[in-house]
């Protein structure tokens, strides 16, 4: 128990940090700072992305997708989706380009590029998206919140009372109890954004976007555990302590800023 209470401080310290980090971004750094923490952050998962899928003998052009990764927050913040989506569109360009000028690049290694850069960059930037919505800089304020409750709760159930597995051949550690118990945080936090400036959400949306953000995080986390045991890893890198490395840590936030994004967008706002 001693040991599990050791490893939960670590990982919350690190955690903390990141999100402190984040949150200073979001509040004063302005549509731009926001951007750059992002294209930091994603960059570095980036990176670890492609180590893992080089040890699977892929070989990805890491100076295409970084590029489109770095240049995808900037883009969300100066020209919004559609900024997004004429980086995606150079990216496909330019990784197929790499394909046609390197004989020995074949179209698993262009596929592994552009899905590198998408899976991370572009999802990551929605985070730019929502802080740039009606009321945005609190419902990005909210979501990041929720994420870190929803790891925090299903951290501390899974380890204490979860018996029953979710996916025992990807994530053996990972349970049904763990599961549920960071949906209640997520939606609990999403329920009690309403006492937030700015949060003007139906109590309807607010708990249709708890429960979706619960499961985008799961299938986050989840999806990253499974190319990490197609390719032999414990851990995407060494750079945070209790988490491993960025793409460890932003796995579930990964799916949740997307997902979070488009049902705004569903619930009206703009």
């Known amino acids: 128990m001693t040991s599990k209470l050791r490893d939960f401080g670590i ?75 004429a980086v995606v569109a150079m990216l496909v360009i330019s990784a197929f380009f790499w394909q046609v000028m390197i004989r020995q690049i074949r179209l698993a290694e262009t596929g592994t590029t552009m899905f590198g850069a998408v899976y991370v960059g572009f999802t990551l930037a929605h985070l730019v998206l929502i802080r740039e919505l009606h009321g945005g800089m ?20 899974g380890s204490a009372f979860g018996k029953h597995r979710l996916a025992p051949r990807i994530s053996p550690k990972k349970s049904w109890e763990g599961l549920i118990a960071g949906s209640i945080g997520t939606t609990g936090v999403w329920i009690a954004a309403s006492a937030l400036p700015g949060v003007e959400l139906a109590i309807g949306w607010r708990i249709a ?62």
């Open 11 to 85: 990982r919350t310290g690190s955690a903390l940090l990141l999100g402190l980090v984040m949150l200073v971004a979001l509040f004063y750094g302005g549509r731009w700072g926001l951007a750059a923490a992002v294209a930091l952050i994603a960059s570095l998962a980036t990176v670890e992305f492609y180590a893992l899928v080089r040890r699977d003998r892929r070989l990805p052009s890491e100076l295409v997708g970084i590029t489109a990764v770095i240049a995808m927050p900037f883009a969300a913040a100066a020209y919004g989706a559609v900024g997004l989506t």
């Open 138 to 157: 609190m419902l990005a304020f909210v979501m990041i919140v929720s994420i870190w409750v929803n790891d925090s709760f299903a951290y501390v159930f």
């Open 209 to 270: 976007i708890g429960l979706a953000a619960s499961v985008a995080a799961a299938i986050g986390d989840l999806a990253e555990s499974r190319i990490k045991r197609e390719v032999g890893a414990k851990d995407s890198g060494t750079l945070l302590p209790g988490h491993g490395g960025f793409l460890d840590r932003f796995d579930s936030f990964i799916m949740v800023a997307i997902v979070t994004h488009y049902m705004l967008f569903a619930a009206g706002v703009r």
